[in-house]
């Protein structure tokens, strides 16, 4: 009787340790600390930074992605005996952002940070061997897949300019946001529509 007792209080001991040593690990990770610590400076001013980190991380996404649809519309524009339709769209799409990205550049330059050269993916983004595949082929092959390439990447810039609109503090960028999101959705209803024509 008295080695159970022993044995069973030596049971409580461990479970009663390894809570223990639970919590306190819990209490120390790296992250609890910092989301505790910043608590009191947030509290200053938690609006402007959460608007310069929606802002600055619209900015920087759509850069690099505008740069690929112009990617894209080059080689497009490249090719012979494509539907005029779509080497109407490859120019507006071109002259469309290409003035957005001197904007934000110029936003970025205004705030002292720049864009991100790392190799963005996602958000609709075509992936290296897309583009490569686009830019071998042609005729309607070609065409369809600008088409619907640039369909689903106009779809990840809406995605993120309706982020910037949610999130976004700085006027100039969110009405910028609703540019992409007005121009880009017309846009994609014309290309659906020459899709199912060609």
Known sequence: MRFRTLSLSGSV???????????????SMPGMDMGSGDTPS?????SSTTA??????????MIPHHEQAIAMSDAI???TGIDPKVTALAKQIKAAQAPEIQTMQAWLKDKGTSADSAPMT?????????????????????????LSGMIAHHEGAI??????????????MRALAQKVVDGQTAEITTMKDILGSL
């Open 77 to 79: 524009l490249k090719k």
């Open 159 to 172: 995605e993120m300019a309706r982020s910037e609109l949610s999130d976004g503090k700085d006027a100039d």
């Open 13 to 27: 001991i461990a479970v009663a340790l390894v809570l223990a040593g639970c919590t306190g690990t819990g209490g």
């Open 122 to 146: 996602g958000m609709g983004m075509m992936s290296d061997h897309d583009m490569t595949t686009l830019d071998s082929a042609t005729g309607s092959d070609a065409a369809r897949l600008f």
């Open 42 to 46: 947030s509290t200053s001013g938690p």
């Open 52 to 61: 310069k980190t929606a802002d600055e991380m619209f900015v920087t996404m």
